[in-house]
């Protein structure tokens, strides 16, 4: 790939990889199809490529020969963050997207008179926030659908454990030890 972009098409490297060759990192090559077609083609390429070693070839292999389904584990207790995640298959990290992705997830369907929902726990850390202390600030942001993101969500995440943890410390009487 690297002797097509970088010699054949003369494409001048961006970056170049420890070993010192031309880098064709994903990074480079968004990069790179910014100004040349060929980039995108193997951007394009490499997603659906993805797609299916990941899904396409592996999900008729987890259809379970009794249900006729596709049966997912969910563990509660298991990431850093407290969040569930989900394995065999990892229903959580189907891509959405592009089309591409999207089709993948039509595979999903619901039984007769059953349904699938989906849920997107979307800063659900400062939503229970915003719930449990009435905060009038963030349940205005949240009804007309702002959102908290980098600087801006630890800024106010910060703002507000500190609060929290000296008004604790009012009501339980700090001590100076840790």
Do not use: C
Not at 115 to 127: G, H, K, N, P, T
């Amino acid at each position: 790939m690297q002797t097509i972009l970088f010699e054949k098409q003369g494409i001048k490297p961006l970056k170049k990889t420890p070993g010192g060759a031309p880098s064709t990192s994903e990074e480079v090559l968004e990069e790179l199809a910014l100004d040349y077609p060929l980039p995108k083609v193997i951007l394009e390429y490499r997603g659906l490529a993805k797609l299916k070693s990941t899904y396409t070839d592996k999900l008729p292999l987890m259809i379970n020969p009794k249900t006729g389904r596709v049966h997912t584990s969910y563990h509660q207790a298991v990431t850093a963050t407290g969040r569930l995640s989900s394995t065999d298959p990892n229903l959580q990290n189907i891509p959405v997207r592009n089309e591409e992705g999207r089709r993948i997830r039509r595979a999903f369907i619901a039984p007769e008179d059953y349904v699938i929902v989906s849920a997107d726990y979307s800063q659900i850390e400062l939503r229970i926030m915003a719930h449990l202390s009435r905060d009038k600030g963030l349940l205005t942001a949240f009804a007309e659908g702002r959102i908290f993101t980098g600087r801006r969500r630890l800024k106010y995440l910060a703002y507000r454990w500190t609060a929290s943890a000296a008004n604790s410390g009012v009501v339980r009487k700090p001590s100076t030890s840790v």
